[in-house]
């Protein structure tokens, strides 16, 4: 590892993360809140059961879900909103918190707004068409209905497509919000093209949409990972202003990549799993993936891996291994030395050909039914 590599400074935004991201000065430095014991508790009574993201504390930090569930245990509205930004096919680590909304949506009972930022990928990307947005979106609609939705309350939104759903409310939002408020936030220069100047408006939107349609003030919740934060500090400086709740937010950690480090992401594919992949290609991917192991078997054997570093382990602590048990019995043998990385991967690419099989055929089900998602 080169010094430069060791010094490699943290960056989170929604356009770039990089660096070794340390979740506990995120808290500090987004001023958020981490998930206490007591906040597990009140979701755990709602929901019956604790997902394996809230156990395991992948959603780890929030801001306001205290005042959320005090909202939801008053009886009074409450919503829901995430998003994907469409620009090609999706990952596993786009469906972590995917999974989760559903368990709130599950949970609470509630509406689920969902943006496909069609638009904001066509204005960041030299290299997409908004014909390649917009047919990602549709793709991508097929991922979200996958995971489980409900489809009479959930309400996808294309900026493309269905701006009239946003447009006077993003105005709204827009004349509140200064140039130099978002070029201090999200790190715009001269440079960067005008359309994505007015783009934050729109995404922060349907933090308000549900209120606007119901025509009563709904508390929002935002599941998401952090680096999604930025837009919902600027959100929740103007809510009030526009007569809204500011907007909660729960902040999950990234999925690794099956590299080296950092998250898993669309532009590295080959360390990458996307839920379009052939099963045997994703396979192939885990068996070359970063592990914790050492050079040989016989060192292995002798001075057993370390499953903090391991992409594999990741892969089974984030997704594969619901079982605590299990989970801690891997950990064992692996520091242990008396399982090898080549086992590991193994067992790991069973799983995930098992899961990708599965969920591919639910994704194409859901052609049939993708209409009923949009917005109406
Ligand atoms: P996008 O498409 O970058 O990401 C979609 C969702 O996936 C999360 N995410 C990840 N989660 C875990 N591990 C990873 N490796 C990983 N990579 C991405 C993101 O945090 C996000 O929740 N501008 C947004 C689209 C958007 C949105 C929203 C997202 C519009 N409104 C409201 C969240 C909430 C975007 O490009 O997301």
């Given at each position: 590892m080169s010094g430069r590599d060791l010094k490699e400074e943290m960056v989170v935004t929604p356009w770039r993360v990089s660096g070794e991201v340390d979740y506990g000065k995120l808290i500090e430095q987004f001023g958020t809140q981490p998930i206490t014991e007591e906040l597990l508790k009140r979701l755990k009574k709602h929901a019956g059961y604790l997902h394996i993201q809230l156990k395991r504390q992948i959603f780890f930090s929030h801001r306001d879900l205290d005042w959320w569930l005090d909202m939801y245990e008053a009886e009074k509205p409450v919503g829901l909103y995430t998003g994907r930004g469409p620009s090609g096919p999706v990952h596993l680590g786009h469906l972590l918190p995917w999974f989760f909304t559903k368990y709130l949506q599950d949970a609470f009972n509630a509406h689920l707004y969902f943006q496909m930022t069609d638009d904001e990928k066509f204005l960041i990307h030299d290299n997409l068409t908004l014909e390649d947005t917009t047919g990602y979106m549709y793709e991508n609609t097929l991922d979200l209905i996958a995971c489980g939705l409900d489809a009479e309350k959930t309400h996808v939104i294309s900026d493309v497509n269905h701006i009239s759903h946003l447009y006077r409310l993003s105005l709204q939002v827009g004349k509140l919000v200064t140039y130099s408020t978002i070029k201090a936030i999200f790190g715009l220069s001269d440079s960067d093209n005008i359309g994505i100047i007015f783009f934050p408006a729109i995404q922060a939107t349907p933090c308000f949409i549900q209120s606007v349609r119901e025509k009563r003030n709904v508390a929002v919740l935002i599941p998401a990972a952090i680096d999604q934060d930025p837009y919902w500090r600027m959100t929740r400086d103007i809510a009030e202003k526009l007569g809204f709740y500011k907007p909660a937010q729960m902040h999950a950690k990234f999925l690794p990549g099956l590299g080296r480090r950092g998250k898993m992401s669309a532009s590295m594919p080959e360390t990458a799993i996307f839920t379009v992949d052939p099963p045997e290609v994703a396979a192939k991917k885990i068996m070359t993936a970063y592990t914790g192991g050492r050079p040989t078997v016989r060192e292995q054997k002798e001075h057993g891996g370390d499953p903090s570093i391991c992409t594999v382990y990741a892969y089974c602590y984030y997704?594969?291994?619901?079982?605590d048990k299990k989970l801690t019995e891997l950990e064992r043998e692996c520091r242990a030395g008396t399982i090898i990385c080549g086992d590991c991967k193994a067992r790991l690419a069973e799983k995930v050909k098992r899961f990708l099989i599965e969920f591919q055929e639910k994704r194409e089900k859901a052609r049939d039914i993708v209409d009923q998602f949009f917005i109406k």
């Open positions: 997704l594969f291994e619901e079982d």
